[in-house]
Structure formats: structure tokens, C-alpha cells
């Protein structure tokens, strides 16, 4: 990952004639670009590990895998939302005090032992790619911040190939845990938006959810057993998928966005590799009609639908048809594009599609073919990096997703519509908000909204965007939906969290916390109110 971008360099995206016209239009974006700050230039704030301290932890991990220096700092300086990024122009940034890579657990738990007695707080960092300030290096009133980097926890540790379950460690990327598994004929069917960086473990403590949900289900709804280390000592949690030995502790950890324990290793439900796909296309006239369609084939039972089910609205739908390359390829005479894949053996692939297609087209769907599909799969990974594009050419853009009930999703989409224009607006910026289904479930489903809008050169655009966000989460608590689907609490929903869980719910995650954490060394000021 890039300090000051998504992804990598090489596989930046730029911005198609047709976009840039659009922006320049409806939103009065000039082309100009955001000021550049080469890395050697960005102001850290000082380290605060004495000598002293970095010895104890070379002692621990080893000389070489424990460093203070400019670059693995900044690196390691946050996660890569639009604030994030809007941050990297600065000149001073706040930043881990030293960047340490332990390899095994009990280099983990003796490095919780020697912060908690040392007043030290810990971020634990995968792949860097939290967007709801996950991995800002807050030290909690504490004397200083390290960031315990799970690279070297990189291996596929078992794979029980009649049971269906992997133990992967947890500093695996998606794609290096599906090549591992890929040599043994299994799959993940883990495909979120981060797939290419995020990690086994981030997957974890962010309750992520892939594009592939409808078939593979969430990643939780994956997990079997975790290794958690915490300074009261190791969790190994789950030996069988269900079991009715109290609460599941394993709900504990998965979500707990690294405040509980460090989570080292994942037991997961695995399946062969499908050696099937079909993809194919929808068009509705529009997201009502289209999002009834989902909620039919949602509805009509597990196993019998598609892999990935996914509806974009009018809006969406116009500046994807507008991209060629990204998503369609003009072939939508309006209204909206709804995608569908199928993953299996041929003839359940078959079966599946036909019996989604009956529905979908009772639903009042008209089949595109595969071409839009195919599209869409080719540059499903691509998005953060047009999101670079337009920041550079001044405009602002970030995603936000929640959840909702089937009956609710009208309401919602309005509600947070309503509020990220209004809130733009106030500050002098139009706005265009984009929206799809992006995960279906019987009962409900999730809304993922993108917004793109002009930075006000008056305002403080990391400011400009905070009040947009604010006005949006208000949006989302009132119609009663979910803070968050996916992207996790981090900072951003903190401040929201209790009136989702409610006081007692609070209460019980600082008991949870005060338990394993007593120091509160584990990513302070994330998560828990």
C-alpha cells in the first residue's frame, strides 16, 4: 500500500473523458489538483521510546523486526479513507512511535505483558486499510503508541480437507490466502473491496463482509475457532462450528476491532474450488422495483440463489455506464443494473441461475447477458483508486454503508440521501450520491452509498467531509438502521455505538474490556464509547 494513496502505484486509475466532464458540469469540480507532499517531507510527531524501550522490544522480537524509522512510521500512520488521505498533505502527522513485528504468540503475549507495564499502547495493523479510523495510532493517555505489524503470521497452518475448515495465520491477504488454499483445491470465497490488502485477521475483528456474501455468507458467518492473545493470556476459542457451552466467546473477538486481544489465527469454513461461473445482468426501471427483485430471490431460501447479488441505483447506474471498463458497458437504456454471479459445478450453477432468473424476471428484471457482469468482475477491485483520481482533481469522495430492514430501505435511502446533500450543500458543495445493495439477507439487506462532491477551497475539506459524515450517522440512527454493515466503529461511529447496543450493551464491552485489557494498552479510543 502507498503512505499517501490506495493500492499500488502501478495500478492507479485515471479518470475517463466522460467522468471529468460529467464532474466539471454538475458539480463545478476545476481539474485542480490537491497539493503533493513527498514522503520525506511529512513532519512525524516525535518519537517517545527511549533507547531503553526499543532494546526491551528488539529483545522480544529480534533487532530486525523492530524499527522507529521515518518510513515504516508514516506508513503506519492511519488507514486509507478520504480523511486519511486528506491528511497525508500535511506537513506534521501523528504516528506510531515504533513499528514492532512479532511471529509468534508468545512474542505477541510478552509484548502486551512489557506495554502494559510500561504504559505503552498497542494498534495491531494488518493491511492498513481501514476506513472508519481503526488504525489511527491514539495512545490513550498513555506515554506512547506501537503499531504490532501481523506480516509474519503468513501461513496456512492446517487444512482439515474432509472437515471443510483452515487454520490461516492471521497476517494472510485475501489473495495469498486463496493461493495457499487454491494449491489444495479449496477456496475462502472471501471478496471484499480491500480483498487485495486487507488480512485474514482484519476480516476478523471487522465482522468484514465480501461481495460474494450471498453465497459464501459473511466472513463471522465463516469462522470457526480464533487464537486471541491478550495480557491476561491466550484465548483459543471454537473446536466444532456450533455448540451450546454458554455464550459463543468467539462473538467477543470477531468485531472487537483489535481492543480486546490481538487475534493471531483464524479457523475457517473452506469449500472446493467451483469450476463453474455464469454472470449475468439486469436491468429494472428502477431501484424500487429492482430492490423488490433482490428481497424475492433473498427470500426464497438459502442455496438457491446467487453467489453475489448486488443492485445499483439510477444514479449509480448512469455514472457506471459512463465509466467503460468499470461496471457496464452502455447496454442499460436507463433505470438500474443489478449484477448476478454464480459460482459451483456446472449444473448447480445452471439450476441456480435458472431459478433466479424466473424470479427476477416475475420481478419485472430484463437479462443484459454476461457483458456487464463480466465487467463489473473485471474492475470490481478498482474503485479506491478512481477515488485517488478524484481527490487529486479536487473532489471529494468517500463511501458509508449501513443496514436495514427490507420494509425500512425507501426510508433509509432518502434519509441518508437527504442528509449527505443537505449537509454538502450547507458548505457551498453540490453532491452526487451514489447508492447499491450491496449484501442481501431474508430479512433485510445493506445499503453502500458513495458520494462525490466538490471541496469547498474555503473550508478545511477533512472539516467540510466530518459534518457531511455527522449529518449522515444521524440520518442512519434515526431511521433505526445500522451504524455499520462492514467498514466496522473505528473512531468515526464510536460515538454512536450505544445508541445501537444501548447502555447495558456498552457497560458489558468495558466490563469485557476492564477483563482482558486492565491497563487499556489495545487501541485505545477505538470501538467502545
Keep these: 500500500m502507498q503512505w499517501n494513496a490506495w493500492g499500488a502505484a502501478e495500478a492507479a486509475t485515471p479518470l475517463s473523458e466522460n467522468i471529468t466532464d460529467l464532474l466539471r458540469s454538475a458539480l463545478g469540480v476545476t481539474g485542480h489538483p490537491r497539493p503533493s507532499v513527498a514522503a520525506d517531507d511529512v513532519a512525524l510527531s516525535p518519537a517517545r521510546l527511549t533507547s531503553s524501550d526499543l532494546d526491551y522490544l528488539r529483545a522480544i522480537v529480534g533487532t530486525e523486526h523492530v524499527s522507529d524509522a521515518h518510513a515504516d512510521r508514516l506508513l503506519r500512520a492511519g488507514g486509507k479513507s478520504t480523511p486519511d488521505l486528506l491528511r497525508r498533505t500535511a506537513r506534521e502527522q501523528d504516528a506510531p512511535d515504533a513499528v514492532v513485528l512479532p511471529g509468534t504468540d ?39 503508541v506501537i503499531s504490532v505489524d501481523l506480516r509474519r503470521f503468513d501461513r496456512l497452518l492446517e487444512l ?86 454458554g455464550p459463543d466467546l468467539r462473538q467477543l473477538i470477531l468485531g472487537s476491532e483489535g481492543t480486546l486481544g490481538i487475534v493471531t489465527a483464524v479457523a475457517l469454513r473452506v469449500h472446493r474450488t467451483p469450476t463453474a461461473a455464469i454472470n449475468e445482468a439486469w436491468h429494472f426501471p428502477d431501484f424500487a422495483t ?55 459445478d456446472a449444473a448447480a450453477c445452471a439450476a441456480r441461475r435458472e431459478l433466479t432468473a424466473d424470479v427476477l424476471t416475475a420481478a419485472g428484471g430484463t437479462s443484459l ?100 459524515k455527522s449529518a449522515a450517522n ?8 445500522a451504524i455499520t454493515h462492514h467498514h466496522a466503529v473505528g473512531v468515526d461511529h464510536r460515538d454512536r455505538l450505544d445508541a445501537e447496543i444501548g447502555s447495558v450493551g456498552v457497560e458489558i464491552l468495558r466490563a469485557v474490556k476492564h477483563a482482558l485489557d486492565p491497563a487499556g494498552i489495545l487501541n485505545p479510543g477505538k470501538l467502545i464509547p
Design 106 to 144: 508468545d512474542e505477541v503475549a510478552a509484548l502486551l505483558r512489557w506495554c502494559s507495564e510500561h504504559r505503552v499502547a498497542v494498534v495491531a495493523f494488518g493491511g492498513g486499510t481501514s476506513v472508519v479510523g481503526g488504525l489511527d495510532p491514539v495512545d490513550g493517555g498513555l506515554r506512547a
Design 290 to 344: 429492482g430492490a423488490q427483485a433482490l428481497r424475492a430471490v433473498a427470500q426464497r431460501g438459502p442455496g438457491l440463489g446467487p453467489t453475489v447479488l448486488r443492485l445499483s441505483d439510477e444514479a449509480e447506474t448512469g455514472v457506471n455506464l459512463a465509466m467503460p471498463g468499470a461496471i457496464g458497458d452502455g447496454s442499460a437504456p436507463g433505470g438500474t443494473l443489478a449484477i448476478t454471479r454464480f459460482e459451483g
Design 474 to 481: 444521524d440520518a442512519i440512527v434515526t431511521s433505526g438502521a
Design 369 to 468: 447477458g454476461a457483458d456487464a457482469a463480466d465487467a463489473w468482475e473485471h474492475g470490481r477491485f478498482s474503485a479506491p483508486y478512481l477515488r485517488d483520481s478524484l481527490l487529486a482533481i479536487g473532489a471529494g469522495c468517500e463511501t458509508l454503508e449501513t443496514a436495514t430492514s427490507w420494509a425500512r430501505i425507501p426510508e433509509l435511502r432518502t434519509a441518508v440521501t437527504t442528509a449527505l446533500t443537505d449537509a454538502l450543500g450547507a458548505s457551498g458543495s453540490q453532491a452526487l450520491v451514489l447508492c447499491h445493495i450491496s449484501h442481501t439477507y431474508p430479512t433485510g439487506a445493506s445499503l453502500y452509498f458513495t458520494v462525490v462532491y466538490k471541496m469547498v477551497s474555503e473550508s478545511d475539506p477533512i472539516e467540510q467531509w466530518a459534518a457531511a
Design 160 to 245: 482439515d480437507e474432509v472437515s471443510g475448515v483452515a487454520i490461516m495465520g492471521a497476517g494472510l491477504t485475501g489473495p495469498r490466502a486463496e493461493e495457499l488454499l487454491g494449491e489444495r483445491g479449496f477456496s475462502l470465497g472471501h471478496f471484499p473491496q480491500s480483498y487485495q490488502f486487507a488480512t485474514i485477521g482484519g476480516f476478523a475483528v471487522t465482522r468484514s463482509s465480501g461481495q460474494a456474501s450471498a453465497g459464501y455468507g459473511r466472513f463471522d458467518d465463516m469462522v470457526v475457532g480464533l487464537t486471541t492473545v491478550t495480557p491476561r493470556g491466550i484465548l483459543e476459542l471454537g473446536t466444532v462450528a456450533k455448540s451450546a457451552a
